[in-house]
């Protein structure tokens, strides 16, 4: 993907991610499907980062950006838990994966640039 449509995406994913989060209390089965789709085009998006051309610093902070991707995919799975009725996540037990996948997403936000920027630098 060039570097355009990987940011469209990402912003979409984003968006479709606090849509369905925020909302899920109050339309569930809408906002689980909201969620989902967000959630896959955000993992898309950090999946196929290129990581070679950086040092060892960067490509373990991309390794936990990419895991907590894989929360956010886990919340999905933990949301349709609850809205269908099966398994045994029938609780509020995404909000507990949610709040991990953000905290990854949120360190390595602010963590990345600035080690992309000492590397540059050298």
Not at 93 to 106: D, G, I, R, S, T
Request: aromatic share 16%.
């Amino acid at each position: 993907m060039n570097k355009r449509l990987r940011n469209i995406v990402f912003k979409c994913g984003a968006f479709f991610l606090l849509v369905g989060a925020a909302g899920y209390p109050l339309y569930d089965k809408l906002c689980f499907y909201v969620y989902t789709v967000g959630a896959f085009l955000l993992a898309a998006v950090q999946f196929s980062n290129n990581t070679r051309e950086h040092g060892i610093v960067v490509r373990r902070l991309y390794g936990q950006q990419q895991l907590g991707a894989f929360f956010l995919l886990m919340v999905a799975l933990f949301m349709s838990m609850q809205t269908f009725h099966y398994g045994f996540a029938r609780r509020n037990e995404w909000l507990v994966a949610l709040a991990v996948a953000c905290v990854l997403q949120l360190y390595t936000a602010f963590r990345i640039p600035v080690e992309i920027e000492k590397e540059q630098k050298k």
